[in-house]
């Protein structure tokens, strides 16, 4: 039978109130369009992605908690590792002109598209549509801006400020636990000195875990600051957040620089 564990009242309190003034947010200001040219279409987009981001760091922190409070800590790694990785983009694009990380997003789904036709010639052959549906999306690159590049995590954290580093550690930790890997069998496996077999268990066994619960209130509060920036709301929500992140700190938190 799974155990519940009691909320972290403060933690689920703090992520209450981002998702409310996220939801209570003004509009983002209107962008000077010139001849909606290429780049202007990338400014555009850019804010539409900056949401989208936004919004599945919320709701994945939200499904997180679900998942913790039943007592599935170590199935949630697959979705704290998702948080991580669009924490760091988020940040990361806000270091780019709009422009540069739209393009680098569109050359990456390119790319990935690419490998899934590849693996429908040798696997199951793609749904009727499907192949068509893959060659429109292909087509929104330009050979123009065909170097830029997405970049693996690994290789933008250059790019990042060095406290962004330990959001970086966090995500090949549960990268660890969200692959099959040595580490994603442990939770269910206990090995004693001198028995000729390991002991199974039905879910995850017993024992201290670590639990940092101002991880995802942090998690939430970079995401949000990041896209106030690239959405020009900074004068409107700097105060609000201010506020929060003196809340999160009081729990511990990395700083976004």
Known sequence: MTTLRKSSDDGDRILADLRALIEQSPAVPPRPISEWNRNDQAEVRAIGLAWGWLMRVVRTSEAIRILEIS?????????????????????????????????????????????????????????????????????????EFEKLSFKDLKSLM???????????????TETQESHAT?????????????SDHPVSHLQMKP????????????????ATESYAYLTGLEGQ??????????????MGTPKNN
């Open 71 to 143: 007592g599935y800590d170590v199935e949630a790694a697959p979705l704290r590792r998702s948080v991580f990785e669009h924490v760091i983009r988020m940040h990361w694009a806000t270091t780019l002109k709009p422009g540069v990380f739209v393009e680098a997003g569109l050359n990456h789904r390119k790319w990935s598209l690419s490998n899934i036709k590849r693996a429908a010639e040798v696997g199951i052959p793609l749904p009727d549509g499907a192949p068509g549906i893959i060659e429109m999306l292909q087509s929104e690159t330009d050979l």
């Open 158 to 172: 250059g790019d990042l400020p060095g406290d962004y580093w330990i959001l970086y550690q966090n995500w090949l």
């Open 182 to 194: 040595m580490a994603s069998a442990s939770a269910y496996v206990s090995f004693d000195q001198g």
């Open 207 to 222: 024992g201290p875990r670590a639990h940092f619960d101002a991880m995802l209130p942090s998690m939430v509060l970079l």
């Open 237 to 250: 929500l700097n105060e609000p957040l201010s506020t929060i992140r003196e809340r999160v700190t009081q």
